[in-house]
Nanobody
Framework: VQLQASGGGLVQAGNPLTISCAAS????????WGWFRQAPGKGREFVAA?????????YYADSVKGRFSISGNTARTTVYLQMNSLKPEDTAVYYC?????????????????????WGQGTQVTVSS
């Protein structure tokens, strides 16, 4: 699986931005998708994740809950992260990832070590 993140850029605080992650190569529709971010001098942290199976499920970090929304296209080959009310502390390189679900009803996780495939990052900079 190859993941390609795009759509990052410079945005003023309070404004929205949507970033995308497109997958290519063979992968399962049961895979979970996740977004992570890494700010300068900090470790990579969980942002949001989605599972399409079992009626679908999403999971957000507390720091972005209510402001960010994860979704996908109909074919489930691209995942989006819509970011509203951006803050300077949201500045980071954003990475998308996929995890092979070990069983059908497996819950989505924020554990960075459990994701199997990673894309390159896209820089999001929020100015004050």
């Amino acid at each position: 699986v190859q993941l390609q993140a795009s759509g990052g850029g410079l945005v003023q605080a309070g404004n929205p931005l949507t970033i995308s992650c497109a997958a290519s190569g063979p992968f399962l529709s049961t895979n979970h998708w996740g977004w992570f971010r890494q700010a300068p001098g900090k470790g990579r942290e969980f942002v949001a994740a989605v599972r399409w199976t079992g009626g679908g499920s999403t999971y957000y970090a507390d720091s972005v809950k209510g402001r960010f929304s994860i979704s996908g296209n109909t074919a489930r080959t691209t995942v989006y992260l819509q970011m509203n009310s951006l803050k300077p502390e949201d500045t980071a390189v954003y990475y998308c990832a996929q995890r092979r679900a070990r069983y059908t009803s497996e819950g989505i996780t924020d554990d960075i070590g459990k994701y199997d495939y990673w894309g390159q990052g896209t820089q999001v900079t929020v100015s004050s």
